[in-house]
């Protein structure tokens, strides 16, 4: 069973930066798109980011040219590096990884709280 463990995440000011980490188990990580998710008080989950096993990446309209993702195949660690972090950046963030394009594996985290906030 895949396991992901999130963290990074914590309280920012508006126009800062934070970088997420996505930990997973196993050694099947490689093989797998890595996709961000978060889920905004009151609202549905939302895809953020992807990044498939060759490094292909994509975004969210809402974050592009903001948020950067990324991946360490030998450490099976994902990441998203998050700039310009606006209030509206605020939520739980969770990893997840996939195959073709939107299907998944393994389990939902508990994920990592983000908020931006003055």
């Known amino acids: 069973q895949v396991q992901l463990v999130e963290s990074g995440g914590g309280l920012v000011q508006p126009g800062g930066s934070l970088r997420l980490s996505c930990a997973a188990s196993g050694n099947i990580f490689s093989l797998y798109t890595m996709r961000w998710y978060r889920q905004a008080p009151g609202k549905q989950r939302e895809l953020v980011a992807g990044?498939?096993?060759?490094?292909?990446?994509n975004y969210a309209d809402s974050v592009k040219g903001r948020f950067t993702i990324s991946r360490d195949n030998a450490k099976n660690t994902g990441y998203l590096q998050m700039n310009s972090l606006k209030s509206e950046d605020t939520g739980v963030y969770y990893c997840r990884l996939g195959y073709g394009t939107y299907s998944t594996v393994g389990d939902w985290g508990q994920g990592t709280q983000v908020t931006v906030s003055s």
């Open positions: 990044i498939t096993s060759g490094g292909l990446t």
